[in-house]
């Protein structure tokens, strides 16, 4: 995660440059249930409501909680499918709060009511998150729902009525960029907390819709549209959190931005970039999925691990013995092409392996949602792209 405000923040505000430092344990995204109300588009876990077998009980649950806690695992993020469909749900909060954990609520919203929000609230959530695609005929084509977008908005507005932090997450594709000012504009007139922008990334359902993603000029139209929200935010003194997730060349492209805006500021600023060191998936994120199986990130969901049921999640996640995990874990990742060749490599640590391996079967080849062209990462026309590694797909060996 590419925590814009952050870095927007240096610029007026700067503070030492230190060391990278990673997580006591990593933050853990939890998919407590599959089932959903909604079957939307870019749905990375593939949901539709059904009951699907096999999913940990709530006994399961708080055991892994009590190993995460002792792994010092410091926030939980309870997701699915939609977890206000799992029975338990606040039961599970309570402890998960009860425990010290930050824990947050990962939900599309429509299930947010006035008969449900008292408990909501009781909670005291540190976060809710609410997708939205779009406004109103674009959410609701993407969520394949008439009045998704109206009741994910309601519940939007009891959280934030009762004094939770709320935020909205958006990923962009061709068919819904359009909506990306009116979405923004939307978060300033409503007083939400935080807009988290996702580019669209090849796994689950969004794996099947890659064809619709993004262009390249796309994107960097709309992460120049956020830099000068999150810029104006500053100046004004407006308290409100831009993240991005999906493209650690976000990070890149914002140096650059501020290297023609500030100049002054620049080198600063690619130091403090350097120090979070871009992608973090099997590292400082987890996922554990709703039959216990655990992943390098939400993303990896055809990628497993282990299962917390038959090992701790604290020794899943410290063993290496898996080839993806190895590399995942190698300070610097060692990995191909453009990626592999990029003078600021430092700053996004490769990007997002997942890509690479869902469109070339090789998670260490370059990622081809890089929106930077060979000039800003610092390549000339006849530069010859050489690999770090000689790799087979979850194979790595020193050429």
Known sequence: MFRLSQYMHELEHPTPVGPRRDLPGPVVIWNLIRRCNLTCKHCYSISADTNFPGELD????????????AYRVPVLILSGG?????PDIFEISRRSKAMGFYTALSSNGT????????????????????????IRDTHDEFRRMKGAFEASLAGIRLCRDRGLKVGVRFTMTQDNAADLPALLQLVADEGIDRFYFSHLNYAGRGNKNRK???????????MDLLFETCLDDVKTGRVREFTTGNNDADGV???????????????HIRAKLVQWGGNA???????????????PDTMWWH??????????????????????????????????????????????????????QQTS???????????????????SPDDAVRPRLTVTPFERRRA
């Open 361 to 379: 079967g090789d998670p260490w080849e370059e990622d081809p949602a890089c929106y930077l062209d060979d000039a800003e990462i610092g390549l």
């Open 253 to 267: 492209y914002f140096y650059q931005w501020v290297a023609r805006r500030f100049p002054d500021k620049a080198e």
């Open 111 to 134: 299930l947010i009511t006035d008969e449900n929000i008292d408990q909501i609230a009781e909670i005291d959530y540190d976060y809710v998150g609410v997708s939205l695609d779009g």
């Open 212 to 222: 619709d993603d993004a262009q390249h000029q796309l994107t960097r139209w709309a």
């Open 82 to 86: 939609e977890p206000l469909l799992r």
């Open 58 to 69: 709530t006994q399961d649950v708080f055991s892994v909680m009590d190993n995460l806690k």
């Open 281 to 295: 998936s099997g590292v400082n994120v987890a996922n554990i999925d709703n039959l216990g199986n655990v992943h």
């Open 303 to 356: 990628h497993t691990i282990g299962n917390v049921r038959k090992r701790p999640f604290s020794e899943i996640w410290s063993d290496t013995s898996d080839p993806l995990m190895a590399g995942l874990k190698a300070r610097p990742r060692q990995v191909k092409g453009r990626c592999g060749a990029c003078a600021h490599f430092d700053i996004c640590g490769g990007n997002t392996r997942v890509r690479a």
